[in-house]
């Protein structure tokens, strides 16, 4: 009886034994897959990411300069971001037929605007109020400017900047861009955004004396109904409807609110990076980092306006009637014939909207009905210049 019992047990015993490895097994098939994907999935979001040379996203921004490729530590994102908006701008800028070479402002290559630092190789077109202040200045410090000098000096900093970067012939230029080692970039601002930007800095708040003092006395003389009212300087809707008047009337537009299809003709040369003031602090990180910079100029944006402008524009555009808003998407001119016959491309801040991928979206919400909806009609259907494209931004 007791050699049964002590069989029994034994027998007892291996059975659980069979059980313990066979639990053991199983749990280590399960929880070795679920160890490995933990690893790969932690290393995939925490370490820094390795892009290829021949990767398809980011691969040009990376081979734009080999020799820092281990300061970087811009994520994925950023860099594919960058990259869909350079492929929109080449798509859009087809789209519309502004890579063509034609005759008129908007179809011939101006490189007058650019600035070609061929020391450090970059290459940047200074669109007005678009972080043109911050970048002005980066450019003065890589160009040998102390930071002392730059804040005692009352040479405008524009003006120290072509002493030593003259204005780049087209030839000059498309030799930069051919250049390998060159990094490209444009600072872009939303249209209307920029606009009351300038706007503010220029005409609200103008230096005594100035043009554009002047220019805003000539505004309230022409368009203020009662002479005498306040306040001293043009208010928006003012500034706005002289504005559209004249760009009918075939006049230049002022630098500060020129087009950047205009200013710095985009589709006529291949700019590697865009960047956007949306995302400035992102975007001027991988442009300083892209070229090995990082010990001489900071990411930065120095706002020289009287506080934020992305603050003011409900406060402004509300001001505006719907059709304001919409003729300052549309603004073109035309010669004064018979326009069937013949007209010219202009300025077009539709263009901006298009190239850039900016939208009304938060300015016609806060228009002013209009009391007429035939000028808010008129405003929809406004002739295009092109007539190939498609709009899609209300």
């Given at each position: 009886?007791?050699?049964?019992?002590?069989?029994?047990?034994?027998?007892?015993?291996?059975?659980?034994?069979?059980?313990?490895?066979?639990?053991?097994?199983?749990?280590?098939?399960?929880?070795?897959?679920?160890?490995?994907?933990?690893?790969?999935?932690?290393?995939?979001?925490?370490?820094?990411?390795?892009?290829?040379?021949?990767?398809?996203?980011?691969?040009?921004?990376?081979?734009?300069?080999?020799?820092?490729?281990?300061?970087?530590?811009?994520?994925?994102?950023?860099?594919?971001?960058?990259?869909?908006?350079?492929?929109?701008?080449?798509?859009?800028?087809?789209?519309?037929?502004?890579?063509?070479?034609?005759?008129?402002?908007?179809?011939?290559?101006?490189?007058?605007?650019?600035?070609?630092?061929?020391?450090?190789?970059?290459?940047?077109?200074?669109?007005?109020?678009?972080?043109?202040?911050?970048?002005?200045?980066?450019?003065?410090?890589?160009?040998?400017?102390?930071?002392?000098?730059?804040?005692?000096?009352?040479?405008?900093?524009?003006?120290?900047?072509?002493?030593?970067?003259?204005?780049?012939?087209?030839?000059?230029?498309?030799?930069?861009?051919?250049?390998?080692?060159?990094?490209?970039?444009?600072?872009?601002?939303?249209?209307?955004?920029?606009?009351?930007?300038?706007?503010?800095?220029?005409?609200?708040?103008?230096?005594?004396?100035?043009?554009?003092?002047?220019?805003?006395?000539?505004?309230?003389?022409?368009?203020?109904?009662?002479?005498?009212?306040?306040?001293?300087?043009?208010?928006?809707?003012?500034?706005?409807?002289?504005?559209?008047?004249?760009?009918?009337?075939?006049?230049?537009?002022?630098?500060?609110?020129?087009?950047?299809?205009?200013?710095?003709?985009?589709?006529?040369?291949?700019?590697?990076?865009?960047?956007?003031?949306?995302?400035?602090?992102?975007?001027?990180?991988?442009?300083?980092?892209?070229?090995?910079?990082?010990?001489?100029i900071k990411p930065q944006w120095q706002n020289a306006g009287k506080g934020s402008t992305t603050k003011q524009i409900s406060s402004h555009y509300s001001l505006l009637t719907r059709s304001q808003i919409l003729q300052l998407y549309h603004i073109f001119r035309f010669l004064n014939i018979d326009f069937h016959l013949l007209k010219i491309t202009a300025p077009d801040y539709r263009f901006d909207f298009e190239l850039f991928n900016y939208s009304l979206n938060g300015y016609l919400e806060v228009g002013q009905p209009d009391q007429d909806?035939?000028?808010?009609?008129?405003?929809?259907?406004?002739?295009?210049?092109?007539?190939?494209?498609?709009?899609?931004?209300?």
């Amino acid at each position: 009886m007791r050699l049964r019992k002590i069989r029994r047990t034994n027998h007892t015993n291996n059975g659980w034994k069979v059980i313990r490895r066979c639990v053991i097994f199983f749990t280590a098939i399960c929880l070795v897959p679920v160890f490995l994907v933990f690893m790969v999935a932690t290393d995939h979001y925490y370490a820094r990411p390795r892009i290829p040379l021949n990767h398809p996203i980011g691969s040009e921004l990376i081979q734009l300069d080999q020799h820092h490729r281990s300061r970087n530590n811009v994520s994925m994102f950023v860099l594919k971001r960058l990259e869909q908006r350079r492929t929109h701008l080449r798509k859009t800028c087809h789209l519309l037929g502004l890579d063509k070479i034609g005759n008129d402002t908007l179809h011939t290559p101006n490189s007058w605007e650019y600035l070609v630092d061929e020391k450090h190789h970059l290459i940047w077109c200074n669109v007005f109020k678009a972080a043109s202040t911050s970048w002005m200045y980066n450019f003065n410090i890589l160009a040998g400017y102390s930071p002392t000098f730059l804040r005692r000096s009352r040479t405008p900093p524009l003006t120290l900047a072509r002493k030593k970067y003259g204005r780049p012939s087209l030839e000059f230029l498309r030799k930069a861009f051919r250049n390998k080692k060159s990094l490209s970039f444009l600072i872009v601002r939303h249209p209307l955004e920029r606009l009351l930007s300038a706007y503010r800095d220029k005409i609200k708040y103008a230096v005594s004396g100035s043009y554009h003092f002047k220019l805003g006395k000539e505004i309230i003389k022409n368009y203020r109904k009662i002479r005498n009212a306040a306040p001293k300087y043009p208010t928006y809707p003012e500034f706005v409807a002289w504005l559209i008047d004249s760009v009918k009337a075939g006049k230049s537009l002022d630098m500060h609110w020129t087009p950047v299809v205009e200013f710095c003709t985009p589709c006529m040369f291949d700019i590697k990076v865009i960047a956007h003031t949306e995302t400035l602090e992102e975007d001027q990180e991988l442009i300083i980092k892209r070229a090995g910079l990082e010990n001489i100029i900071k990411p930065q944006w120095q706002n020289a306006g009287k506080g934020s402008t992305t603050k003011q524009i409900s406060s402004h555009y509300s001001l505006l009637t719907r059709s304001q808003i919409l003729q300052l998407y549309h603004i073109f001119r035309f010669l004064n014939i018979d326009f069937h016959l013949l007209k010219i491309t202009a300025p077009d801040y539709r263009f901006d909207f298009e190239l850039f991928n900016y939208s009304l979206n938060g300015y016609l919400e806060v228009g002013q009905p209009d009391q007429d909806p035939s000028a808010l009609l008129a405003a929809i259907t406004m002739q295009d210049n092109q007539p190939d494209s498609v709009p899609h931004i209300y």
